[in-house]
Each structure stands twice: as structure tokens, then as C-alpha cells.
């Protein structure tokens, strides 16, 4: 059983910075590419970014390229999204989720993850 817990989330001023944490229990996170999204309310679940397996390779969704970072620390089964310069328009339910399918690409739909957490929020004052 895999499982996925977000934390990290909270309330903060525009210009603001975030760190989100997601750790992954079970064995599979290091073959497991992992991947950012976040809804806001009244609108689809959308791709923030991701990063390979090993780590080496992130994705990013123009909407937040240059102002985050994804690593991941396959030490700790634990995956990052480092938010800088925040807006308002960036407040929305954040949710981590693992690819288990040994893909070698980073999927941007949701549809390839298999596994999700429950989701933290964020919420950008302006």
C-alpha cells in the first residue's frame, strides 16, 4: 500500500514563500516519478510540475516556471515543491502524487498518477 501525506501548506502574503513536503510510505518511491497539482476552487485539477525517479530531470508548468522547485530525497521517501514570489492567483489545494509505472517521462495530466495525497492548502493573501 502506498501512501502520500502533504503537509506544509498555510496561509501567506503575496511575495511569500512556501515549502510543501510530501512523504511517501511504501517501497516504490524511488521508481516512482512524482508529480505537483493544484485546485482552486471551481476549476480542474491542474499540473504544477514534476520530477523523474532519480531527480535528476523536473517539469514545470509555465503558469509557475521560475518561481518553484521541485526536489525530492529519496532518503527520507519525501518530495518537495519549494514556492517562491507567491500570488494570489497561486491559493488552491496542493496535492503530491506518485507514477508507479516506471515511466521514464514526467506525466503533466493526472490521469498516469496512481497514488494521491489528501491535499494542504495554500492561500495567498494580496
Known amino acids: 500500500q502506498v501512501e502520500l501525506v502533504e503537509s506544509g501548506g498555510g496561509l501567506v502574503q503575496a511575495g511569500g514563500s512556501l515549502r510543501l513536503s510530501c512523504v511517501v510510505s511504501?517501497?516504490?518511491?524511488?521508481?516512482?516519478?512524482m508529480g505537483w497539482f493544484r485546485q482552486a476552487p471551481g476549476k480542474e485539477r491542474a499540473f504544477v510540475g514534476g520530477?523523474?525517479?532519480?531527480?535528476?530531470?523536473?517539469y514545470y508548468a509555465d503558469s509557475v516556471k521560475g518561481r518553484v522547485t521541485i526536489s525530492r530525497d529519496n532518503a527520507k521517501n519525501t518530495v518537495y515543491l519549494q514556492m517562491n514570489s507567491l500570488k494570489p492567483e497561486d491559493t488552491a489545494v496542493y496535492y503530491c502524487?506518485?507514477?508507479?509505472?516506471?515511466?521514464?517521462?514526467?506525466?503533466?495530466?493526472?490521469?498516469?498518477?496512481?497514488?494521491w495525497g489528501q491535499g494542504t492548502q495554500v492561500t495567498v493573501s494580496s
Open positions: 520530477i523523474s525517479r532519480s531527480g535528476s530531470s523536473t
Open positions: 511504501g517501497r516504490t518511491f524511488s521508481r516512482s516519478a
Open positions: 502524487a506518485a507514477d508507479t509505472t516506471n515511466r521514464l517521462t514526467i506525466a503533466t495530466m493526472a490521469a498516469p498518477y496512481d497514488y
